[in-house]
């Protein structure tokens, strides 16, 4: 009986210890290239200011308040200016159908966003912000670029395993 209860212990005792291990090699703290709109993006004439969207993290857990708690959400994040002042939580639900992240409009300028990337944990990303123009951070893994083909090793922001972020600021 002794022998089976310090066998247990020990057992207990490695498995904490592994959990306790798993939880301190997170990947938080990445941070990533400073990512702007694409070059080639049209103009809308309409608005003096840019538009951030970020397709961060799917959330983590079902929002049973929701009408439908097993649809999938995108993480909420935060952005900040340059010198670090928080500017705005943005809760990343537009609360259609589709599911899309919500659009962002800021004044342009150098922001920088903490947001949850798919396998990161949470990334700091510079963002370029340009009058009428859209900056687009895709964070959730296998991220959809319509002009895919259009990206390089020169104007790609990368998550270390390889997936696209953005387009790498080029002003």
């Known amino acids: 009986m002794m022998k089976t209860m310090k066998t247990f212990f020990t057992l207990m005792l490695i498995m904490t210890g592994a959990l306790l291990s798993g939880c301190a090699t997170g990947k938080n703290g990445l941070v990533l290239n400073t990512v702007g709109p694409p070059l080639s993006q049209p103009t809308a004439a309409s608005s003096t200011k840019g538009t951030l969207v970020v397709y961060s993290a799917f959330r983590r857990n079902a929002d049973f308040n929701s009408s439908d708690p097993y649809r999938r959400e995108y993480s909420d994040y935060k952005i900040f200016s340059p010198d670090g002042k928080l500017l705005q939580r943005v809760h990343n639900n537009s609360g259609t159908i589709l599911q899309d992240p919500v659009s962002v409009e800021l004044p342009p300028g150098k ?3 903490i947001a949850r990337a798919n396998g990161y944990g949470y990334v700091t990303v510079p963002v370029i912000i340009a ?17 895919e083909s259009a990206f390089d090793q020169t104007n790609a922001v990368r998550l270390p395993d390889g997936q696209i972020v953005g387009w790498r600021n080029s002003r």
């Open 111 to 113: 922001y920088h966003v």
């Open 131 to 147: 009058a009428r123009q859209n900056t687009i951070l895709h964070l959730e893994g296998g991220g959809s670029w319509p002009d």
